[in-house]
C-alpha cells in the first residue's frame, strides 16, 4: 500500500499552523508622510525617494523593537501622500492629524506619535500682550502653508484672525523682522531651527503659551494587509511607551541639528 499521498497531506496538516502564523504578521511595512515638515519628517536630500527625520528615527526604532522592517518612503506632497496610503499602495501614515471623516479609511493608533506645538513668535521688542489665541485678534500675523493645524484652531484662525500665508517660514520671518507683521504661527522646533539658521535668533522670541496643539498619529490603511489586530496592538503599546519616554525629545534635538546643518549648507549663514 503507497503511504505517500497520505504521509504528504499530514505534512500540510502540520504545517498549517505555522504558516497561518507567517500569513497574519508582516514583517515589512510601508511608511509615508509629510515631506516638508522638519524636523519631524523630510525627504532626504542624498536620496529624495525616503523621509528622514526625528519621526522616521523613532519609527525605526520602533519597528526594531519589534522585529519589523520599514522603508519610509516619499509618496508625493502631503495629499498624494494621504492617498497612497488610503489606497493600501503604502501601510501607513506616519504624521496623520485626527480626522473624523478619515475614521472610514484609517485606523489611528493612540496616543499620539508626536505633540506638534505651535507658537506665536514675534520681535523681542514687541508690545502684542498675548495669552490666549484670542489676543491675536486684529494683529497682522503670518504662517507657512506647511503648517498642520488642528482643525479647530483651523476654522478658528480663517474666522478670526488676519494670516498671510508664505510658503515657508523663511518670507514668514523676515516679515516679522521686517516689522511687515506682528506675529508669525510656527512650531516649536522648526521655528527654533529656522530663526537659528536665518541668524535671527537674537531678534526674535517664541511665547510660552502654545496656541494650538495637534497631536500626529500613525494611521494604518484598511487597505493594507498588514492592518492587523497584533499589528495595531504592538504599536498602541509602544506610542504608550513612548509618551513617558525621552526618546522622542532626543530624536528631535538630534534632528534639529541635522536640518539646520542641510539649512546652513543651502543658504551659507551662520547661526547665531
Known amino acids: 500500500m503507497d503511504l505517500r499521498p497520505w504521509t504528504a ?10 504558516l497561518s502564523l507567517a500569513a497574519g504578521k508582516c514583517d515589512r511595512l510601508v511608511i509615508t508622510g509629510s515631506p516638508d515638515a522638519p524636523p519631524l519628517l523630510w525627504r532626504d536630500p542624498q536620496d ?6 526625528a519621526t522616521a528615527d523613532v519609527l525605526q526604532q520602533v519597528a526594531s523593537d519589534l522585529g519589523l522592517k520599514i ?14 496610503a488610503r489606497s493600501g499602495r503604502m501601510d501607513m501614515l506616519a504624521d496623520a492629524p485626527l480626522n473624523l471623516a478619515e475614521l472610514d479609511h484609517f485606523d489611528y493608533i493612540h496616543p499620539a506619535l508626536m505633540q506638534a506645538d505651535y507658537l506665536v513668535w514675534t520681535r523681542k521688542d514687541s508690545a502684542l500682550a498675548y495669552a490666549t489665541a ?26 478670526q484672525l488676519s494670516l498671510q500665508r508664505f510658503p515657508t517660514l523663511t518670507p514668514a520671518f523676515q516679515k516679522l523682522l521686517l516689522g511687515e507683521v506682528e506675529y508669525v504661527l510656527a512650531g516649536r522646533y522648526s521655528g527654533t531651527a529656522m530663526a537659528q539658521s536665518l541668524g535671527m535668533s537674537s531678534d526674535l522670541v517664541a511665547r510660552d503659551v502654545p496656541v494650538d496643539q495637534p ?31 525621552d ?13 539646520k546643518a542641510q539649512l546652513q549648507q543651502s543658504v551659507g549663514t551662520p547661526t547665531k
Not at 529624495?48 to 527625520?53: C, D, E, Q, V, Y
Not at 522603508?71 to 492617498?83: E, H, I, P, Q, V
Request: charged share 20%.
Open 134 to 159: 484670542a489676543d491675536l485678534h486684529g494683529h497682522k500675523g503670518a504662517i507657512s502653508e506647511r503648517a498642520r493645524l488642528s482643525r479647530e484652531f483651523e476654522t478658528f484662525a480663517n474666522q
Open 71 to 84: 522603508d519610509l518612503l516619499y509618496g508625493g506632497k502631503r495629499t498624494l501622500a494621504s492617498d497612497e
Open 48 to 53: 529624495p525617494t525616503h523621509l528622514i527625520g
Open 247 to 259: 526618546g522622542v525629545q532626543a530624536a528631535l534635538q538630534r534632528n534639529i541639528e541635522r536640518w
Open 9 to 18: 497531506l499530514l505534512g500540510i496538516t502540520l504545517l498549517l499552523p505555522t
Open 215 to 245: 497631536g500626529l498619529y500613525l494611521a494604518i490603511s484598511h487597505n493594507s494587509a498588514c492592518n492587523d489586530p497584533w499589528l495595531r496592538g504592538q504599536l498602541a503599546k509602544k506610542m504608550t511607551e513612548l509618551a513617558g519616554s
